[in-house]
């Protein structure tokens, strides 16, 4: 019986769950702070990198792809790229009306 | 037909099958994650006035809710391979508890706008402007596929809940576990934007 | 590679499962059988639309009402463009010819997740079935054309929720068949046949998997959001609310345009397995085919823009999207190119696949530079929204996929049924369908060029004489494709019993029995040679 070959039989502890979920919520709690302060036009700015910080967090520990085969943290990475580069030429018409 | 096949199971392929799914899922959103930045664009000032209105306690709540639920069920794929069938199964049932509270919240939240009479096609949101309708209408669209995704999700993690009590799904073969964790992570994940692009731009 | 010439299995056709009758095919996870369902729900829709295309050609031949009333004419070319768009082109080939052969071709059992695949088509038959009701029902048929351009298509009186939530599960049956080909192709091939030994046909139905997956939920959450602008008036769309029309043409290309690459690619798959067959010839330039089908993809994703030259769009986004328009072209000229070097000194056997592929290759050149003009700026300003934009698309959509789709038929016909069609008429059917094509849509070029806009019922007095020429047309092609049909259906009875490989293929499918087995192998074959060794 096979089981699943490129996880190399990798259990991860209860104890980092726990570190990570405590990191996130301190995330938020911060980008919920931060952007009490008025900080201008870089307001979503840092929101967004914060929530981009949380989800490589939440990609990496939670849904295993530190531990899995590197194809597909290389897709999720192109899916993303893909997405923004449709963003980015849709906002190309937008951007110069 | 299936009788004559040779039964084997090949786990990493229904793994790369549900990532491949969450890349659909990602587009899906991503769609309206163009149509929210085209909008916003446009209604730069409107989109930041509307989301003050937004309940930014209710909102980190509910991401709190999400996270937490989001760790419970990571934590039970590795409860379920240490063979700790019990704790595995009381996470789930924590993720699905969290998770109903989560839409509890949610439709709190929507039942306040309703009753300052925001939703979308209505009279008097139309005539605070355009902005305002857009960002409701993007609000109520995209939390609303959202909150759909959180009930596909939990409805999900019910049936997999009863596949480990009857014993289908066990230490050595638990990769609908991860893939029922992998969908909800990716709710968790979508969550994790729209919570600062909708509560957070003020 | 083992030749398994003895059969003691049960080809796929005789095999006697767990159910009996018709619920041996509608309820079967074999990957043959429900290549078959598709093929058989597609001819039947294809028929449809294209007895729609001939009722509507007829309308054209004199000016002013001919056999039906405008709104009848909108209905009709919505509904044409609908099936023949979402329910013949799009699943075509990946469909029908991927599913029955691109397990074969990298020697695996089935698809990596078979009930998925039953899924699919039960989606897919819903989808289609929405369509048709939504002609039936409410208050008269969809009148907006199969894009359902915003905001009409919130304001026509039209029945358009069933129309356009049809199309979505149409979405979803096509995400669901491409997420399946793609593990399959990632989990599932033959010991030693690495990635670069892979046929080309599999090879572009990956890179077509990849626009399914990624670009359909674009489309899918876009129906969506006309959907509850039909129904909540949300304002997306609705410039009286904020919304902007032409974010709904963004949103509707950027899956719609890269959907023109779901139908050709695995077209010009199948061109690339029938050409070196019938040259006796390795496939020239093999790693530029596999390249050029990605890169294709790839690019193919961002040039929607250009269905959308004359919405008012930013000039900064119109270069652009010109510009990356010209970039697709090269991969497709490589392709072309390989596939000439590739019967350059080859020993070419003249048989009705090659012909069709020929055929392919004429008519899809023809319309990919009738797309180079209409991808200049300035030409696009004069051509936009008439019969050239018609003429181009049917002879890269019908053309393309159409001939490619009837070439695969023609190909893999022994394969699948275990027969030997009547090549004489197939001939005879493939020589009308082409004369008749290019009358029919050639004369579209002259006529878009001088002026005459498409989806009108009338027209000027001054385009008669072109308009009785492409209806001809129409006559000639349409019986063109009943000898076809009728042909091959007639080889099921009356054909000879076809050997394993009457061509003299190399890839694997030749390599199992007409028809083939339940499980294709006894035993997976291993992989040691490239696809096309010839020599």
Known sequence: MKTIENEKNHIIPYKTFLFVLAGLIVLTLTSVTLTRISLGTMTVTIALIIAAIKSTFVLRIFMHLKFENKMFSIAFIGVILLLAAVITITLLDYLNR | MSTILVKHRDDLASKTGMWFFLFTELLLFGGLFIVYSVYRYRNATAFHLAAQELSVFIGTINTIILLVSSTTIAMSITAIRKQNKKFAVVLLGLTIILGLAFLVNKYFEWGEHFKEHIYPGSSILALRGHGDVLFYGLYFFMTGLHALHIIIGLIFILVITISILRNRITSDNYVLLENSGLYWHLVDLIWIFLFPLFYLIT | ?535
């Open chain 3, 1 to 535: 590679m083992s030749t398994q010439k003895d059969i003691e299995e049960p080809s796929y056709l005789d095999y006697k499962g767990k159910y009996k009758g018709i619920f041996s095919w509608i309820l079967s996870t074999d990957h043959k059988r429900i290549a078959l369902l598709y093929l058989y729900s597609i001819l039947a829709f294809f028929a449809t639309g294209a007895t729609i295309g001939l009722l509507m050609k007829f309308e054209l031949i004199a000016p002013g009402k001919t056999i039906m009333t405008a709104q009848t004419y909108n209905a009709f070319f919505t509904l044409h463009g609908i099936i023949m768009i979402f329910a013949v082109v799009i699943p075509g080939l990946p469909a029908v010819f991927g599913n029955f052969l691109l397990p074969i071709m990298i020697g695996a059992k089935d698809v990596a997740f078979p009930r998925l695949n039953l899924l699919s088509w039960y989606f897919y038959v819903m989808g289609v079935s929405l369509v048709l009701i939504s002609q039936f029902t409410g208050q008269g048929p969809p009148d907006t054309g199969w894009t359902f351009y915003a905001p009409y298509s919130f304001r026509t009186t039209g029945n358009m929720l069933p129309a356009v939530f049809g199309a979505f599960v149409l979405g979803f049956s096509s995400i669901l068949t491409g997420l399946n080909f793609l593990v399959t192709i990632h989990r599932m091939r033959a010991p030693g046949m690495t990635w670069l030994k892979m046929p080309l046909f599999p090879w572009t139905l990956y890179a077509t998997g990849w626009i399914q997956l990624l670009a359909t939920p674009i489309i899918g959450i876009t129906l969506l959001m006309i959907i509850a602008e039909r129904t909540l008036h949300i304002g997306f769309f609705d410039p009286a609310l904020g919304g902007d029309p032409i974010l709904y043409q963004h949103l509707f290309w950027t899956y719609s345009h890269p959907a023109v690459y779901i139908m050709i690619l695995p077209a010009m798959g199948a061109i690339s397995e029938i050409i070196p067959t019938f040259s006796h010839k390795t496939l020239f330039g093999y790693n530029f085919m596999v390249a050029s089908s990605l890169a294709i993809a790839f690019v193919g994703y961002f040039v929607w823009g250009h269905h959308m030259f004359t919405s008012g769009m930013s000039s900064t986004a119109l270069y652009a999207f010109s510009l990356l328009t010209f970039l697709v072209a090269i991969p497709s000229a490589i392709k072309v190119f390989n596939w000439i070097a590739t019967m350059h000194k080859g020993s070419i056997d003249l048989q009705t696949p090659f012909y069709w592929a020929m055929g392919f290759i004429f008519v899809f050149m023809i319309g990919g530079f009738s797309g180079l003009i209409l991808g200049s700026l300035a030409t696009d300003i004069h051509l936009h929204n008439t019969h050239f934009v018609l003429a181009h698309f049917h002879f890269i959509v019908f053309g393309g996929t159409g001939f490619a789709f009837f070439g695969a038929m023609h190909y893999w016909y022994p394969k699948i049924t275990g027969k030997m069609y009547d090549s004489r008429w197939a001939n005879i059917g493939l020589f009308l369908f082409l004369t008749g094509f290019l009358v029919l849509y050639g004369t579209m070029f002259y006529l878009g060029y001088e002026g005459m806009p498409r989806r009108y019922y009338d027209y000027d007095e001054i385009f008669h004489t072109g308009n009785i020429i492409s209806t001809m047309g129409s006559w000639v092609l349409y019986s063109g494709l009943g000898i076809i049909i009728i042909n091959l259906f007639a080889s099921l009875k009356s054909g000879t019993k076809a050997p394993s490989n009457p061509w003299g293929g190399k890839t694997l499918e030749w390599s199992i029995p007409s028809p083939p087995p339940v499980e294709n192998f006894k035993e997976i074959p291993v992989i040691t040679k490239g696809p096309y060794s010839y020599k």
